[in-house]
């Protein structure tokens, strides 16, 4: 009866020194998306934007902020006019081409979203969820610094 006892006792220490001993699977780290992954992974709209820390979303155009943009990795895209358009005779969609400059923390779209805008946008933050970008308007002869984000 010791013998089996020290057997079972023999068996449970074995076992126990093994499973402590066995390393856990790493998983792999998550593997980042480029900034040209994270642009055209899907539709973009307007959220709000601010100047000097102001949100001035009521004083832009309703037409502008309906507004839906889709980047294509390949450097194109479309902007669609939403349900309410600044122009009835423009057309529903418009297509544009981007591409990132200085080091991508500049989004160049060859063509202008907001108006008193250009058509360069700086990044702050360029997410799964949120693009957050800036630029220098100019409204009634005053240059400002504005920062409008987009979410999906």
Not at 3 to 24: D, G, H, P, Y
Request: hydrophobic share 40%; net charge negative.
């Amino acid at each position: 009866m010791q013998n089996r006892f020290l057997f079972i006792t023999f068996s449970l220490s074995l076992n126990l020194i093994l499973l402590a001993s066995c390393e856990k699977e790493k998983t792999a780290p998550a593997v980042s998306k480029t900034k040209t992954q994270l642009v055209s992974q899907s539709t973009w709209k307007f959220s709000d934007a601010a100047v000097g820390g102001s949100d001035v979303s009521a004083f832009l155009q309703i037409c502008q902020k309906d507004n839906i943009l889709t980047f294509i990795s390949t450097g194109t895209g479309n902007i669609n006019e939403g349900t309410t358009k600044c122009n009835m005779a423009d057309p529903q969609t418009n297509p544009f081409t981007w591409n990132f400059a200085s080091n991508e923390t500049v989004l160049h779209i060859s063509t202008i979203l907001f108006t008193g805008g250009s058509s360069d946008f700086t990044i702050v933050t360029l997410s799964e969820t949120h693009l957050v970008a800036s630029q220098m308007i100019t409204i009634s002869g005053t240059s400002q610094t504005a920062v409008v984000t987009f979410i999906h």
